[in-house]
Structure formats: structure tokens, C-alpha cells
């Protein structure tokens, strides 16, 4: 897979991609991502990417020109299966979405900022819209860092334990069960005595049980009688 981030502040994505799972699956060439500066596509010599919004009103716009002259050149290097615009009005984020993104080739993700952008980019550059929360963000980069990542764990050798993402929360309808780990006492506050009586079929059983009592609780919403 291959990701283009265009962002007009091209370091808040730096140590996203720098660090842990997202690094190593660079390194190991399941995934390259190119942090694009929208500035390199500015037409004027002070590197302008907004300018003010037509009928007044605060807040900067990003101007179309740049975006269309990035999107452009990218496109004339690879074959894009979506370009992303992150939008807090946009489609909602979820791990349905994550799974049907990271079955793809070629992803663009543009970060919107201040106001966010011409609208006409949206009406005629992008195919499709994200939006990770009913909230505002400053810029689409966090946004696009949370996508990315839950896009890049999903891509198969990036987790080390296989089964690992399939066993994370909503990828069978139900959240994830609890975790523990070394001390199986502390302070009086143990393990459930299951979890080390090395019976794997009940443990197994134990897990799922605790994940379909934490779904009803937690997220009703997922289970479907
Ligand atoms: N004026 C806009 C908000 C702009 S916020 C409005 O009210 O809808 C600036 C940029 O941050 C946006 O262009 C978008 O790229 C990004 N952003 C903000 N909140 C976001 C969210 N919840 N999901 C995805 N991107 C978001």
C-alpha cells in the first residue's frame, strides 16, 4: 500500500510514522507513505497555500490551486484508488471502513486546515470524505494519522502475532476482552484464576464470554439478536 498525506504542516506528521508498528512497517516495505508539503505547489514566492474567505467571515481558506496542482502531480506518478479529504462532516470513521481501506493501493489523504477548504476541491477533486468524531480538530493531520494507522496494522505482516488485529475490538462485532499480565497478585488484585489454569478451550470460552457481557454493557449497539 501506498499512502500521499498532503498537509500544509508537514512536521506534525513526522513522529506518527516514526515510531513502533507504523516505522517497522515501513521498514519492512508493507507500506510506504509520503508526507507532502502543499506549500512545494504554491504559485507565489511567499509559498501562499490560503488566503481569505469570499463574503468575509474569520478564518483562512485553503485555495484550490495548490491542492489541484498536488493532487495532479501525484496522480501523474501512481493510480490513486481514493482521494480522502478529512472532514469533520465527512463519512464516519470505523473499523468496517479501516478494513475496506486497507484492502486498497493507493490512498490520498488531505489535511484540511483553519477553515478548512475550497469547497470546490471537494466538489471536484476528492472521492470521498472522512471524518474521525462528531468534533473539530485545528487540522486533518491527527485525523489522518488516526486512519492511518488503524489502516496500517490491519495490512497483513505489519502485526508480528497474526491473529492479533482480528482479535481487537469490532472485528468480530464485539469489543476486545480484558487483558492482564505479570503479577497475578498485586496488592491483593488478582487474575482471574481461569486465565493461568492453562485450559486453553476454557479460557477461549472465558474470553468470549467476557467479550459478549463487555459489547452489551459498553456498546449495545454492536450486537445484533
Ligand atoms: N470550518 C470547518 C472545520 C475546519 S477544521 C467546519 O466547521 O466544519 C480544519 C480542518 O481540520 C478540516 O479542514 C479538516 O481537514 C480537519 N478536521 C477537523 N475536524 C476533523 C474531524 N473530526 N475529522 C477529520 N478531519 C477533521
Same mark, same amino acid.
Given at each position: ?11 506534525? !506528521? ?67 484508488? &481514493?482521494?480522502? =479529504?478529512?472532514?469533520?462532516?465527512? &463519512? ?10 486497507? !484492502? ?31 468534533? /473539530?480538530?485545528?487540522?486533518? &493531520?491527527? $485525523?489522518?494519522? /488516526?486512519? $492511518?494507522?488503524?489502516?496500517?496494522? !490491519? ?24 487483558? =492482564? ?9 488478582? /487474575? ?18 467476557? $467479550? ?14
Amino acid at each position: 500500500m501506498h499512502l500521499s498525506i498532503i498537509t500544509c504542516l508537514p512536521r506534525l !506528521l513526522e513522529s506518527p510514522f516514526n515510531d513502533s508498528i507504523l516505522k517497522r512497517a515501513q521498514q519492512k516495505n508493507l507500506v510506504t507513505v509520503d508526507i507532502i508539503d502543499l506549500r512545494d505547489y504554491a504559485t507565489d514566492k511567499h509559498q501562499s497555500v490560503d488566503d481569505y474567505a469570499f463574503g468575509g467571515g474569520a478564518g483562512m481558506v485553503l485555495m484550490i490551486e495548490p491542492i489541484d496542482r498536488c493532487i495532479t502531480d501525484l496522480k501523474s506518478k501512481r493510480q490513486y484508488d &481514493e482521494v480522502i =479529504y478529512m472532514s469533520p462532516d465527512g &463519512e464516519l470513521f470505523s473499523q468496517p471502513l479501516a478494513n475496506e481501506l486497507s !484492502l486498497k493501493k493507493n490512498l490520498i489523504l488531505l489535511c484540511g486546515h483553519y477553515k478548512g477548504v475550497d469547497e470546490r476541491v471537494r466538489e471536484h477533486l476528492v472521492t470521498r470524505e472522512i471524518s474521525i468524531g462528531n468534533y /473539530v480538530l485545528s487540522g486533518g &493531520e491527527l $485525523a489522518a494519522a /488516526v486512519v $492511518a494507522d488503524a489502516v496500517i496494522r !490491519l495490512l497483513p505482516g505489519v502485526l508480528n502475532d497474526e491473529t492479533s488485529a482480528l482479535s481487537d475490538s469490532f472485528q468480530d462485532g464485539l469489543v476486545a476482552p480484558p487483558v =492482564y499480565t505479570r503479577p497475578a497478585d498485586y496488592k491483593g488484585w488478582k /487474575v482471574p484464576a481461569i486465565l493461568l489454569s492453562g485450559d486453553h478451550a476454557k479460557i477461549e470460552e472465558w474470553k468470549h464470554e467476557q $467479550a459478549l457481557e463487555r459489547t452489551r454493557k459498553r456498546r449495545p449497539g454492536l450486537i445484533v439478536d
